[in-house]
């Protein structure tokens, strides 16, 4: 299963569980981590309000200091002591996700660290990738600005683990594009809660992932979303 994950057939293989699979957590090349700024909720507002005003941006420059904050209330663990299919630890968060895995990590990329950091739900923090690619924030900003015009604020990347998603499903691609797909719509629910602009990116962005030097038959670009600030 490539980085760059197409699904050319009308009528996919379907999902199938698997009781047998193996898998390990993923060694990530990071830097020591860097702690976020302590998690603060959004305003007091109806859900509905909250979904009706909602709506694909961009807008101005921000630090990675909200970023942590969305990605805090996305991958926040209501419970995680619980087991799944296989054996595989799964979770009780805001997001759907086939079989509770989860399978998902962030790499965020902003326009003033400029560096890649990969964040860490288990303890609210940012690692910085241990990667030699001299501009990754130019190939970034390149890559996001072909599709949005600009690219201010920070660009949030969706990696998938296919080893868990495999451990505990066979033909399990359908199941990782609705993970990405309900990332997404939540993710820009939290953001116009936290009064952010949240705008889905229109790529899979596997191809980003190769340049870092992440594996391609463990790690798929499944999208992302660049993060910014309403106008004033």
Not at 109 to 115: A, K, Q, V
Not at 116 to 123: E, S
Request: aromatic share 6%.
């Amino acid at each position: 299963m490539g980085s760059e994950m197409c699904i050319r057939d009308r009528h996919p293989t379907e999902p199938k569980p698997n009781a047998t699979g193996e898998w390990s957590p993923f060694e990530w090349p990071v830097g020591p981590s860097e702690p976020c700024a302590a998690p603060w909720p959004g305003a007091d507002r109806l859900f509905a309000d909250v979904a009706w005003s909602r709506r694909s941006a961009v807008g101005e420059s921000i630090g990675l200091g909200p970023a942590g904050n969305l990605l805090h209330h996305l991958t926040k663990d209501a419970d995680d002591r619980l087991v799944g299919r296989a054996g595989i630890p799964v979770h009780r968060r805001i997001t759907p996700s086939a079989g509770g895995l989860h399978p998902y990590s962030f790499l965020c990329i902003g326009d003033e660290d400029r560096r890649a950091l990969l964040y860490d739900p288990a303890t609210h923090a940012f690692m910085p990738m241990a990667v030699s690619h001299h501009d990754l924030y130019g190939l970034n900003h390149r890559e996001v600005s072909e599709i949005l015009g600009s690219a201010p604020g920070v660009t949030v990347r969706v990696m998938i683990d296919a080893a868990k998603v495999s451990a505990a499903y066979r033909d399990p691609e359908t199941l990782i594009l609705r993970d990405a797909g309900a990332i997404l719509s939540v993710a820009g629910m939290l953001a116009e809660w936290l009064d952010l602009l949240a705008c889905p990116l229109g790529f899979m962005g596997g191809a980003f992932l190769n340049v870092i030097g992440l594996p391609s038959e463990r790690l798929i670009g499944a999208g992302g979303f660049q993060l910014s600030a309403k106008q004033a």
